[in-house]
């Protein structure tokens, strides 16, 4: 949908929907919301909101929807510490130019070991892999509460699952095998195989759009990305409560958490 034909009362019952933790689904062949419960001040219809996904392809983005990767907190600081080097001016450096990538939606805005050789040190004295098994475990990654039904439900239902992720591959599959997921993907979509980033994961994927689905955290890459190329799409809102600026599209489904993600799936 052209930003410009974004209907705001609708985008305002929508934002007033995603604050009472509502299940929501957009109807966009009417331009309408229907929600799981009645919302007071809400022009939403109330209904019941089932996702038949039998036969499925799903695209499962990872950090903030199905895990938690304490990669910024913990992994992030020891990686750049150096004696010799004062560490806001290397993180500053790493961080321009993870942000001037960023801006350009370049497949590199996540290789933090390039960043690292090219802006800080020519060399590095570990390698950031290395610090995996101090920090691949609790409490610092772990599933989120629900992960493993929902990818035993999408099987269930003959669903092949791909993990959707700007994250590179070295790091992500082991991430998934440590914690006991990796098996239950059918392969990693990642911008060091693909060559770009999720901006444009879609024009190398051949996707069926009526047989396809999104389901991630974040609103610009795992909405708005997706629903320009046809496909539908689930946001979990949980830790990010919606649109920031000016929406070009709103989710198919909207769900709070996992566990309302899975109430709602039809299970034959």
Known sequence: MDVSFMNYDVLRDYVIALKSRASIHYIMETDSLAVDRRIDGCGCRQDAISLKL??????????????????????????????????????????????????EFSWLSFDWEKLYLEHVRPKLSFELGGLEKKYYRWPFVYRFRGALKLLRTLRG?????YAYTN??????????????????????????????????????????????????????????????????????????KGPHGSPSSLPTYSFYDLRSLIEHIEVF
């Open 54 to 103: 039998n036969g499925f392809d799903v695209l499962l983005d990872l950090d903030d929807t199905v895990l938690h990767n304490d990669f910024a907190d913990e992994i992030f600081p020891e990686y750049l510490f150096e004696p010799s080097i004062d560490p806001f001016e290397a993180k500053s450096r790493i961080l321009s130019a993870h942000y001037r990538y960023l801006s």
């Open 157 to 161: 239902l003959g669903c092949r699952i």
């Open 167 to 240: 994250g590179y591959y070295k790091y992500q599959s082991k991430l998934l095998e440590i914690l006991g997921m990796r098996q239950y993907f059918d392969d990693i979509y990642s911008p060091d195989r693909l060559g770009v980033s999720k901006m444009h994961m879609f024009e190398k994927l051949n996707v069926k759009k009526d047989k396809t689905i999104v389901i991630g955290d974040v609103f610009f890459f795992d909405v708005e990305v997706p629903s320009h190329y046809g496909v539908r799409t689930i946001l979990l809102y949980r830790f990010r």
